[in-house]
């Protein structure tokens, strides 16, 4: 709204203006204030509210970069972002709980109340890359699937069996409602029983697992590429390398999309959170700059089945 100051006016002239300046303000000219200042304050509204995101500990790196970015442009929005796995952010989400539970599976793998699945609403935010990590004394590079398979039932224990030194095999596992173990094994063990005379230890997290891995000599385990750094080393696959060019035709198979759960109808926050995580602030940047996968570069897709079909 423009203002306009007439010096020496006589003061019915001066109140004539400043009647006519707040009928005029409007653009639809007719004259009622009230409209107008609602309009106004509509327009000049700052977005507000408290988010709560848990779940997923493989995207928790890209969605607190995320969230610290987008409270910087939203100073009214406080967005906290918690791990516990998938299984806990699609259950919190289902619930009502919590504004985003993060998955790196889709919720119909967790969820068989339909009624359940119609409160959310499912947002393919990227794509991750996961794989198997050795602590970095292993001289072992490259393992196929069988041969990985044949590690994470038990059946191999010595890393002689497969190509290595005369060393024990420690393995690390991540806990059952992981979306990263979820993904790890149904690309690796497919329907393959573990035995229940089988138990490796267990971590809560990624980042937990990494640095056992790094600490634990012989240890093996998995994580998403966005954990991938130099205290453990990362192996090959049937001779394929664990990088986003091979995740995206699909010769690289251990993958998932990351979902941001919603309500179906989230509040207008999250609604803005989850369209900055869209934008190109974040799917042009800050995904490969955190080590995630943009879908628009995928060549293939999958689907709630894990069936992966050209795109």
């Known amino acids: 709204m423009s203002r306009r100051n007439f010096v020496g006016a006589a003061a019915a002239t001066a109140a004539t203006v400043a009647a006519f300046s707040l009928t005029g303000?409007?653009?639809?000219?007719?004259?009622?204030?009230?409209?107008?200042?609602?309009?106004?304050?509509?327009?000049?509204?700052?977005?507000?509210?408290?988010?709560?995101?848990?779940?997923?500990?493989?995207?928790?790196?890209?969605?607190?970069?995320?969230?610290?970015?987008?409270?910087?442009?939203?100073?009214?929005?406080?967005i906290t972002v918690q791990g516990g796995g998938s299984g806990q952010g699609i259950t919190q989400i289902t619930q009502g709980a919590v504004q985003i539970g993060n998955s790196d599976v889709f919720a119909e793998a967790k969820v068989k109340d339909t009624a359940d699945l119609k409160k959310i609403a499912d947002n393919k935010v990227c794509i991750v890359g996961m794989g198997p990590i050795v602590n970095k004394d292993v001289t072992v590079d490259d393992l196929t699937i069988d041969q990985l398979k044949s590690i994470f039932t038990g059946e191999v224990t010595n890393w002689k069996e497969?190509?290595?030194?005369?060393?024990?095999?420690?393995?690390?596992?991540?806990?059952?409602?992981?979306?990263?173990?979820?993904?790890?094994?149904?690309?690796?063990?497919?329907?393959?029983?573990?035995?229940?005379?089988?138990?490796?230890?267990?971590?809560?997290?990624?980042?937990?697992?990494?640095?056992?891995?790094?600490?634990?000599?012989?240890?093996?385990?998995?994580?998403?590429?966005?954990?991938?750094?130099?205290?453990?080393?990362?192996?090959?696959?049937?001779?394929?390398?664990?990088?986003?060019?091979?995740?995206?035709?699909?010769?690289?198979?251990?993958?998932?999309?990351?979902?941001?759960?919603?309500?179906?109808?989230?509040?207008?926050?999250?609604?803005?959170?989850?369209?900055?995580?869209?934008s190109d602030d974040v799917q042009g940047e800050l995904v490969e700059a955190q080590g995630y996968i943009p879908v628009s570069g995928m060549k293939v897709e999958k689907d709630a089945s894990g069936k992966v079909t050209k795109k």
């Open 25 to 78: 303000c409007g653009s639809n000219g007719s004259g009622d204030t009230k409209s107008d200042a609602k309009e106004d304050k509509a327009e000049t509204k700052a977005l507000s509210g408290t988010i709560t995101a848990v779940g997923s500990t493989a995207l928790q790196p890209l969605c607190e970069a995320a969230a610290e970015q987008f409270m910087e442009k939203n100073s009214g929005v406080q």
């Open 162 to 278: 497969v190509g290595g030194a005369d060393a024990a095999i420690t393995v690390i596992n991540r806990a059952s409602g992981s979306g990263t173990r979820a993904t790890f094994e149904a690309a690796v063990l497919g329907d393959t029983k573990v035995p229940d005379t089988f138990k490796p230890q267990e971590q809560d997290s990624s980042g937990t697992a990494a640095k056992m891995v790094a600490s634990t000599p012989g240890a093996i385990s998995y994580l998403a590429f966005s954990y991938y750094d130099d205290t453990v080393k990362a192996l090959k696959v049937g001779g394929v390398e664990p990088k986003e060019a091979n995740v995206e035709d699909n010769s690289w198979t251990i993958w998932a999309y990351e979902h941001m759960y919603t309500a179906a109808d989230p509040d207008e926050a999250t609604k803005a959170f989850i369209e900055y995580m869209m």
